[in-house]
């Protein structure tokens, strides 16, 4: 297992366009969180999800925000009418358990123009 | 509610000096407490970790942390830095459900 994807690894989008983006994570983990990272911040929680089904949602997540995880593998981030404000990197992490170590992927940097 | 905060945005030091990066944390129930290393462009890499336990956490390229719970702390310390342990370092701290609460972050950077 290569750890946690996370496909494109950069997007550059204009305003008003859809993106998606995707996580893999590692495969026997059941619990995958999405965060935001914008420059000179820590990372802040999104969502997540344990296995299909999508436990919590951050007041970040505007209505604008979508995420799924269709059979509890692979998840996908979805920002539609994209702001200039989304601009930052999309951080993906999966653990087995809610109390252990949480694996990071590379993130997506998204920049909207 | 949970928080943290990372006293310092920037450290500068030289290389094989040691270095303290600072962390308090706010929390009213026991606490999982976590420091990531991230690298220009990269995710974040988990350093170390205190679930429980000895209270002094140690990792393997030399950084150690001690949690102090009467003044809610969690300081990274390492004795000698080497150029390479130039990032971003984020404090964190685990809330109900298994998401993390990370701290500003402190950029370390080592100079020769």
């Known amino acids: 297992d290569t750890g946690v994807s996370q496909n494109p690894r950069h997007k550059i989008t204009k305003r008003g366009q859809n993106v998606t983006f995707r996580c893999d994570p590692i495969?026997?983990?059941?619990?995958l969180y999405w965060y935001r990272q914008t420059l000179g911040q820590g990372p802040e929680f999104l969502t997540y999800f344990q296995n299909e089904a999508q436990l919590e949602k951050s007041r970040l997540l505007s209505d604008r925000f979508s995420a799924e995880r269709p059979k509890g593998s692979f998840s996908t981030l979805e920002i539609q009418r994209t702001e200039q404000g989304d601009s930052a990197m999309y951080l993906c992490?999966?653990?087995?358990?809610?109390?252990?170590?949480?694996?990071f992927g590379q993130g997506t940097r998204l920049t909207v123009v | 509610a949970q928080s943290v905060t990372q006293l310092d945005s920037q450290v500068p030091v030289f290389e094989e000096a040691p270095v303290e990066l600072r962390c308090n944390y706010s929390s009213s129930v026991s606490v999982y407490l976590f420091w990531y290393v991230q690298y220009p462009n990269q995710g974040l890499q988990l350093l170390l970790k205190?679930?429980?336990?000895?209270?002094l956490v140690e990792s393997i390229n030399g950084f150690e942390a001690e949690f102090n719970k009467s003044q809610t702390s969690f300081h990274l310390r390492k004795p000698s830095v080497h150029i390479s342990d130039t990032a971003e370092y984020f404090c964190?701290?685990?809330?109900?459900?298994?998401?993390?609460?990370f701290g500003q972050g402190t950029e370390l950077s080592v100079k020769p």
């Open positions: 495969s026997e983990h059941n619990r």
């Open positions: 964190a701290v685990y809330r109900q459900g298994g998401k993390l609460i």
């Open positions: 205190y679930l429980s336990g000895s209270t």
């Open positions: 992490a999966s653990s087995s358990q809610p109390d252990t170590e949480a694996f």
